[in-house]
């Protein structure tokens, strides 16, 4: 009972935004929806619900964003202004009693991801090894619990890790999911695995996430290899992740993406 009367409230939306470009498209999207949220944009839009804050990294915008979250809320989300989310309603359900953070599924009409979450998915579905920001959803306690979120590209990943070093549980929703566009060649694709995987190496220095995940990543290096059998979009995984782990080591770490 008490976890029907949590998730009836309404959620409030924390949107972050290198710039204007999808703005107009994402509020019209979150007023159709009915849900209140702040858009924080790093060029300045003429509109109530979007607060400027110069782009220094999404992890900055959530702390900045952190201010504007009414005290009558208690379910904060999280959503990239370049998505377009589907069926929300059922993964707000899975935050009851039990549950504290929930991210979905992320789905692209082209390009290497596609692949790429055809392998990840069926991980998460067991393991927690990587957040998906462009849609999760988490308890305002929880949420307190994680600011300031420090300088890491990889936001949300450091989100969920902290949360389960915290004792917190996560769910990974798959009927819930946003599709948003990717990278289309393996060029493309090897950078934004080597900013992803750094952003979780750095997301590891700041949080203390169970050993199963520390271990996961202390063996990636190798266990990494195995994706090159998915030929030209393989090995960009495997050179952008040789990217991260080296830019880790020499402590290379760049705070925004």
């Keep these: 009972m008490m976890a029907n ?3 009836a409230r309404k959620p409030f939306f924390m949107v972050m935004a290198r710039d204007q470009h999808h703005v107009r498209r994402k509020i019209a999207e979150l007023e159709e929806m009915g849900v209140p949220f702040i858009i924080v944009c790093g ?13 220094r990294g999404k992890w900055d915008a959530v702390n900045f964003g952190s201010r504007f ?26 935050l009851d ?21 055809r392998i990840l998915n069926p991980i998460r579905r067991r393991f927690h090894v990587a957040a998906s920001g462009e849609l999760m959803i988490v308890k305002k306690r929880l949420f307190e619990r994680v600011l300031p979120i420090p300088p890491c590209i990889a936001e949300d990943s450091y989100i969920l890790f902290k949360a389960l070093e915290l004792g917190y ?3 990974f929703c798959t009927k819930t999911y946003v599709i948003t566009e990717r990278t289309v060649n393996a060029k493309e694709e090897e950078e934004y695995k080597n900013m ?24 990636l290096p190798l266990t990494s290899l195995l994706l090159a059998v ?3 979009d393989g090995m960009a995984w495997v050179k952008g992740i040789r990217k991260a782990v080296k830019a880790n080591i020499t402590n290379n770490h760049p705070t925004k993406f």
């Design 5 to 7: 009367r949590e998730c």
């Design 43 to 55: 060029e300045k839009v003429n509109h109530s619900s979007v607060v400027y804050r110069e782009a």
């Design 69 to 94: 979250v009414p005290k009558e809320s208690n379910i904060i989300v999280f959503n990239d202004v370049d998505t377009w989310i589907h069926n929300f309603e059922h993964a707000i359900q899975h």
């Design 97 to 117: 009693t039990k549950t504290d953070i929930v991210y979905c599924r992320v789905k692209v009409p082209e390009g290497p991801q596609i692949k790429f979450y």
């Design 169 to 171: 549980r996560a769910h």
């Design 196 to 219: 992803r995987t750094l952003g979780i190496y750095q997301a590891l220095k700041y949080a203390k996430p169970p050993p199963w995940i520390r271990v996961f990543y202390k063996l």
């Design 230 to 232: 998915a030929g030209e």
